[in-house]
Each structure stands twice: as structure tokens, then as C-alpha cells.
């Protein structure tokens, strides 16, 4: 470690004790401020969040002002809250996923109007295809501010329609969880191996990325098997749709179990990470694929290879998606009446319990923060 890394976390403590004081900066008085939070420069832990009152920020050309109300969590704000992938250099408005109204419109903006109700799209520079090496870490990280405040400035083009038979509390659940599910079942556009009508999909643990796993895939007539570590699970996953469920915990060859009981899965969402490889590829029929995108289960070995080129099966990366696939997502959640499972929804005042429900595995279904009217 050097000598700056050794820095970062003393200065980030002192700012944050700083901007914990109750607004004696970051809070011009007047009209037109407004609530927000932010994971501190330097954060590594829960104590990096802090709710501050700003000015409200005005749109610029090519940018509209959404005026949030409501957002959802995601692993990915745990890890970025506490610097697992390097602590942030700066302040930042934490949280991808959020649902809101437009209310102002800059110039030169065409296809929005003030009313449009939208969710933020997750990644920036990815349209369409597959991922554009460009598209950056996502809305609510350093590179890019979020959603967890009651007005944000967004381009245009980062905005997508909201579901229209959905709350705006659901609506919020989807940018990230939702559409990396929508990725893993369907691949990037043009989409050359969606899971289809008959076909089998095994998704790893009862996160939310398995869940709208569970919901896509019934959606289109597959069978879908979960596994969990928790058995108090079961019932709520099974009422959402899925057929069977394995505790990977009691059964740590739960791939292979899964395969004698199924014959084999076309598909299996592993979101659990690379540690969780052997049983996915255990898991597999022949030609079948693996989308992984799990960042829990680390890996101590290389993967069974052998064993993928005996079933002449694939992994594939998966990383959430474009603009474009958030809008055929969009589409398939009204067209098949997708309801998103909420596990608790809190005030915009109790975001760090919010954080913790999150990371702690028990809630089933999304977290989220209602923040409209946080006045
Ligand atoms: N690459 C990408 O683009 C991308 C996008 C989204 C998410 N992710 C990653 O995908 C994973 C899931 O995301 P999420 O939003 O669904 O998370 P989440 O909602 O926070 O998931 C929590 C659940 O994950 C399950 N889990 C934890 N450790 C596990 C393990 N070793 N094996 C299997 N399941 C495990 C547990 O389920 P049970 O309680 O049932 O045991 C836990 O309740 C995370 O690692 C996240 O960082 C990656």
C-alpha cells in the first residue's frame, strides 16, 4: 500500500464527520434546494453515506431534470459504498436504479416532455449490441452520479420510458437487477440465444438478479429451478414462480443435484460468482450456457474446463446492458404484466437501513427508497 492509499481513509473520515455537522455546509438557504446522499470521497464503509441539502440542479442542453421518486439498491451499491473496487477520489450521488417525472427540459432536447414519467438507463456509451468498453461503471458510482436524490440532471439519452402499469416505486427496481436478468436469459442484442418456451434455467441464490430471472423466464414458458441458503425462502420463491429449489448450503453439489433431478439446464444465471463455476457447469445440459455475472463466490481453481468441453457448453460474461435492450425489457415487463418483487421500502431519511437490509441477504426482493417528498 502507499503512501496516498494510507491517506484516503483519514481524510475520508474527517469529511464525513464534517459533513455530518446537520448542514452547516453543503445547505444554501432558500428556494429550490433540495435532499440528497452522498458516499463520501474516500469511503470504505457504511459510515461514507451523508445526507446533505443542495441547490436543485438545472437541466443543460441535451440533458433533462427528473424529479426521482423512488430508487432501489443493488449489490453493486454495497461494494462501491465500501471501495471494494478502490475507494472514489470524490463525492458522488450513489445509486444506478431510480423512477421519476420529467420536470424541465434543456435545449435542444427532442422526444421527451415535462410529465414523461422514466427510470435512469444503467450504463452510459452502450446503445445497443454488446458492451461498448466505453459504458463506464454505471449511474451512481464515481464516474457518474446517481439517482439517490430528489432531482437529478441526466442526458437525454440515459433516460428510458417507465413500464406504464407500474408503480414508480417498481419501475425503480429495474435499471440494473432487472435488466442484467433480462441479459443473462436473452444475451445482447440482436439476441441469438434467448431462453425459449420448454427450455430449463437454473439461477443461483434468491438475490434480486435471480429473482427477475425467475419472473423473465416463466414469462416465456421455461421452467425455473433457484437455489438458496435459506430456507425460509422457498415458499416466497416458489410463489414467484420457481418449480424447484435446492439449499446450496446443505447441498454444496447442488449443480449436480440439480442436473439428476432436471436432466440438464439450457441456461443458469450464476449469479454467485466464479467459485460457483464447477456446480454451474454440473449443472448444464450439453450446448448449454452459463451467464455469470456473480461477484460473491470467489474462485481458489480454475473452472472445470473439461467438463464444459465434454458438454460443448459456454460462459458468458454478462454486464447488465444497452440502452436498447432496457427498452425491450421495458416493453416484455408491460406485455407480460411483470410485477417486481419489494422486499421494504424506506424514507429517504433511513437510507442507511436501507443499506443494511440490503447486505444482509435476508430481504427477498428489492430494496427500496421512497424519494418523493422527502421535504
Ligand atoms: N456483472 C454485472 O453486470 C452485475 C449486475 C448485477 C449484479 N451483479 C452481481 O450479481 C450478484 C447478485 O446481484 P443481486 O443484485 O441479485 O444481489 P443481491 O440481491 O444483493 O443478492 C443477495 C443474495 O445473493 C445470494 N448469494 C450470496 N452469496 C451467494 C453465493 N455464494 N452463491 C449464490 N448466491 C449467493 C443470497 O441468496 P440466498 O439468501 O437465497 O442464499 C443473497 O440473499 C452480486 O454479486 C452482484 O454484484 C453483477
Not at 280 to 299: D, H, R, T
Not at 341 to 364: C, H, N, T, W
Request: glycine share 12%.
Amino acid at each position: 500500500m502507499n503512501h496516498a492509499q494510507l491517506r484516503v481513509p483519514k481524510i475520508a473520515a474527517f469529511r464525513t464527520i464534517i459533513r455530518s455537522l446537520p448542514f452547516l455546509i453543503d445547505n444554501p438557504k432558500g428556494d429550490g434546494n433540495m435532499k440528497r446522499w452522498i458516499v463520501s470521497a474516500g469511503s470504505t464503509s457504511e459510515r461514507g453515506l451523508v445526507m446533505q441539502e443542495v441547490a436543485r440542479p438545472e437541466p443543460g442542453a441535451g440533458e433533462v431534470l427528473v424529479r426521482v421518486d423512488a430508487v432501489s439498491l443493488n449489490a453493486r451499491d454495497q461494494l462501491l459504498l465500501r471501495g471494494t473496487f478502490g475507494v472514489s477520489p470524490r463525492d458522488f450521488v450513489p445509486v444506478s436504479d431510480g423512477a421519476g417525472e420529467i420536470v424541465a427540459i434543456g435545449a435542444g432536447v427532442e422526444g421527451w416532455a415535462v410529465g414523461d414519467k422514466v427510470t435512469g438507463i444503467f450504463h452510459r456509451n452502450w446503445t445497443d449490441g454488446p458492451p461498448t468498453q466505453g459504458q463506464g461503471w454505471g449511474l451512481g458510482s464515481p464516474d457518474d452520479d446517481g439517482m439517490l436524490a430528489e432531482y437529478v440532471v441526466l442526458r437525454a439519452e440515459r433516460v428510458a420510458a417507465a413500464p406504464k402499469k407500474l408503480t414508480p416505486e417498481e419501475a425503480a427496481c429495474l435499471p440494473c437487477a432487472a435488466l442484467t436478468a433480462w441479459t443473462a436469459l436473452n444475451g445482447d442484442r440482436p439476441y441469438r440465444n434467448p431462453v425459449r418456451k420448454g427450455d430449463k434455467v437454473l439461477a443461483t441464490g434468491t438475490g434480486t438478479v435471480a429473482l427477475f430471472s425467475v419472473l423473465f423466464a416463466k414469462a416465456v414458458g421455461a421452467a425455473v429451478v433457484v437455489t438458496t441458503s435459506r430456507d425460509g425462502k422457498s415458499a416466497q420463491s416458489r410463489a414467484l414462480g420457481a418449480s424447484d429449489i435446492i439449499n446450496y448450503k446443505t447441498h454444496p453439489n447442488w449443480g449436480e443435484v440439480a442436473f439428476e433431478r432436471s436432466e440438464g439446464f439450457q441456461r443458469v444465471v450464476n449469479a454467485g460468482g466464479g467459485g460457483e463455476l464447477d456446480q454451474s457447469i454440473a449443472a448444464l445440459a450439453p450446448s448449454g450456457e452459463i451467464a455469470l455475472m456473480g461477484l460473491y463466490a470467489q474462485a481458489s481453481a480454475p473452472p472445470n474446463l473439461v467438463a464444459l468441453m465434454m458438454k460443448g457448453a459456454s460462459i458468458r460474461g454478462t454486464s447488465v446492458g444497452s440502452a436498447m435492450a432496457h427498452r425491450d425489457m421495458v416493453d416484455f415487463v408491460d406485455t407480460h404484466g411483470i410485477k417486481p418483487p419489494i422486499a421494504k421500502a424506506f424514507a429517504m431519511s433511513d437510507v442507511p437501513a436501507a443499506y443494511e437490509l440490503a447486505a444482509s441477504g435476508e430481504a427477498f426482493g428489492k430494496v427500496v427508497i421512497r424519494v418523493a417528498g422527502a421535504g
